[in-house]
Nanobody, 113 residues
Framework: VQLQASGGGLVQAGGSLRLSCTTS????????MGWYRQAPGKQRELVAY???????NYADSVKGRFTISRDNAENTVFLQMNSLKPEDTAVYYC????????WGQGTQVTVSS
């Protein structure tokens, strides 16, 4: 099973980005899919997750600015990021959970002030 994240880039503060994470090689639907991020010198932290029943949870720091969604049929998860701030700069990782955790490679998001 492989997860492939895309959509990162460089954006000015206040701008938007949309991250996507596609899955290949799975015969199951992830119970949870989510996004984590890791800034330089910091631990990886949860950004948001969504269940297969569309229940969502967000880190306080992104509530009201980020929206997570998924396509269950395609095992794909998206993260719409609006009103980006410099402190959102990090490598963003997608995650899928079905018995164990599966991780995609990171995609860099850089927000300039």
């Amino acid at each position: 099973v492989q997860l492939q994240a895309s959509g990162g880039g460089l954006v000015q503060a206040g701008g938007s980005l949309r991250l996507s994470c596609t899955t290949s090689g799975s015969s199951f639907s992830f119970n949870l899919m989510g996004w984590y991020r890791q800034a330089p010198g910091k631990q990886r932290e949860l950004v948001a997750y969504i269940s297969k029943y569309a229940s969502t949870n967000y880190a306080d720091s992104v509530k009201g600015r980020f929206t997570i969604s998924r396509d269950n049929a395609e095992n794909t998860v998206f993260l719409q990021m609006n009103s980006l701030k410099p402190e959102d700069t990090a490598v963003y990782y997608c995650n899928g959970r079905y018995i164990i955790d599966y991780w995609g490679q990171g995609t860099q998001v850089t927000v300039s002030s």
